[in-house]
RNA sequence: GGUGUCGUAGCUCAGCUGGUAGAGCAACGGACUGAAAAUCCGUGUGUCACUGGUUCAACUCCAGUCGACACCA
């Protein structure tokens, strides 16, 4: 879909998948097949390695670093993606915070798991009792970060975090997809069955040994470790992988959703899509 | 044909001795600033198979009907 549009307009295409950033990852990311990226030039696809760290912050920096060289030789450029944070970081920004430090965070999973989630709140409240006050309380992973932030600034989170939108040196149409939810859910097992049918099993087992990294907590290979754990049988696993893809697109919804520039077209509707490019471009 | 068990939410099932139902999963809605395909929050959506009966009151007790399963012929 995405590569017809590119061909027709000559665009290049930049992803926003944050799997599809993991070379090693392809039945279970849906990566683009090698004929189809060699159709037209794609970017931040397969360019790390599941052992690799990477977060959101590279990755803005890294496509603006690209697109600085970019724009000045073409006119635009599709980005295409799933991961509405990464599209966000690109577009609008993302507040200057420290790395995350794995080690501390690590030993604050240790303080979850024996001293349970209060012992968080309570650290994080001394901290910075601002954001303790905003912060969803029940979950952890808000909880860790925040005191991450905290101890490795030195200054409270709430005031390194601005959450203002950061001007862009080029223009920016949004195009969202939608389709209904049969459709949706009908197309979301199909392509589930069709991983299953292209070898994601074997996939999987061959990067079970990075299933500690945070390139593997990753939908799809999870629940076939879980398989080849022996905890549940592959169709069981072809069950949940199918569940939590519903999920993930439901989510990828509620935050795409919200965006107000957002417009909305059936996937089908490709001429409408392209006359508003041309429209936005003219 | 006979006997027995069962029929409750989309699915799997709870529901004690009668007071018009509740869990898990699914579904639906939402949050989200370096884990984001991650992490977390909220919502029960029901002719309790059907028809009668007993009762102030039936998912619950009784009878019959239909359906499923098991065993016996």
Same mark, same amino acid.
């Given at each position: 879909?995405?590569?017809?549009?590119?061909?027709?307009?000559?665009?290049?295409?930049?992803?926003?998948?944050?799997?599809?950033?993991?070379?090693?990852?392809?039945?279970?990311?849906?990566?683009?097949?090698?004929?189809?990226?060699?159709?037209?030039?794609?970017?931040?696809?397969?360019?790390?390695?599941?052992?690799?760290?990477?977060?959101?912050?590279?990755?803005?920096?890294?496509?603006?670093?690209?697109?600085?060289?970019?724009?000045?030789?073409?006119?635009?450029?599709?980005?295409?993606?799933?991961?509405?944070?990464?599209?966000?970081?690109?577009?609008?920004?993302?507040?200057?915070?420290?790395?995350?430090?794995?080690?501390?965070?690590?030993? &604050? =999973?240790?303080? @979850?798991?024996? /001293?349970?989630? $209060?012992?968080?709140?309570?650290?994080?409240?001394?901290? %910075?009792?601002?954001?303790?006050?905003?912060?969803?309380?029940?979950?952890?992973?808000?909880?860790?970060?925040?005191?991450?932030?905290?101890?490795?600034?030195?200054?409270?989170?709430?005031?390194?975090?601005?959450?203002?939108?950061?001007?862009?040196?080029?223009?920016? &149409? =949004?195009?969202? @997809?939608?389709? /209904?939810?049969? $459709?949706?859910?009908?197309?979301?097992?199909?392509?589930? %069955?069709?991983?299953?049918?292209?070898?994601?099993?074997?996939?999987?087992?061959?990067?079970?040994?990075?299933?500690?990294?945070?390139?593997?907590?990753?939908?799809?290979?999870?629940?076939?470790?879980?398989?080849?754990?022996?905890?549940?049988?592959?169709?069981?696993?072809?069950?949940?992988?199918?569940?939590?893809?519903?999920?993930?697109?439901?989510?990828?919804?509620?935050?795409?959703?919200?965006?107000?520039?957002?417009?909305?077209?059936?996937?089908?509707?490709?001429?409408?899509?392209?006359?508003?490019?041309?429209?936005?471009?003219?």
């Amino acid at each position: 879909m995405c590569i017809e549009l590119a061909q027709i307009l000559g665009s290049e295409i930049i992803s926003a998948d944050s799997r599809q950033f993991f070379q090693e990852l392809k039945i279970g990311a849906a990566t683009p097949t090698a004929v189809q990226l060699n159709t037209i030039p794609h970017h931040f696809i397969g360019h790390l390695s599941v052992r690799d760290s990477y977060n959101v912050c590279a990755y803005a920096d890294d496509v603006l670093n690209f697109l600085e060289g970019f724009f000045p030789q073409k006119q635009f450029c599709l980005m295409t993606g799933g991961s509405g944070l990464y599209v966000h970081s690109v577009c609008h920004g993302i507040d200057l915070l420290p790395d995350p430090d794995l080690e501390l965070r690590d030993n &604050l =999973k240790l303080k @979850l798991d024996s /001293e349970g989630i $209060e012992s968080l709140r309570q650290e994080l409240m001394l901290l %910075d009792p601002v954001f303790y006050d905003e912060v969803d309380l029940h979950n952890p992973a808000r909880l860790i970060r925040a005191i991450e932030v905290c101890l490795q600034s030195g200054k409270p989170y709430s005031e390194l975090r601005h959450q203002e939108a950061t001007e862009r040196p080029f223009r920016i &149409l =949004k195009i969202g @997809l939608k389709r /209904e939810r049969e $459709e949706l859910f009908e197309r979301i097992n199909q392509r589930v %069955d069709v991983m299953i049918t292209n070898g994601l099993v074997e996939e999987a087992r061959g990067l079970i040994e990075f299933r500690g990294q945070p390139s593997l907590k990753t939908l799809g290979y999870r629940e076939i470790f879980e398989y080849l754990d022996g905890d549940c049988s592959l169709d069981e696993a072809i069950y949940k992988i199918k569940a939590n893809t519903r999920h993930y697109a439901k989510r990828q919804m509620t935050w795409f959703r919200k965006d107000q520039d957002m417009i909305w077209f059936h996937p089908d509707d490709k001429q409408g899509i392209l006359d508003t490019i041309r429209a936005f471009l003219d």
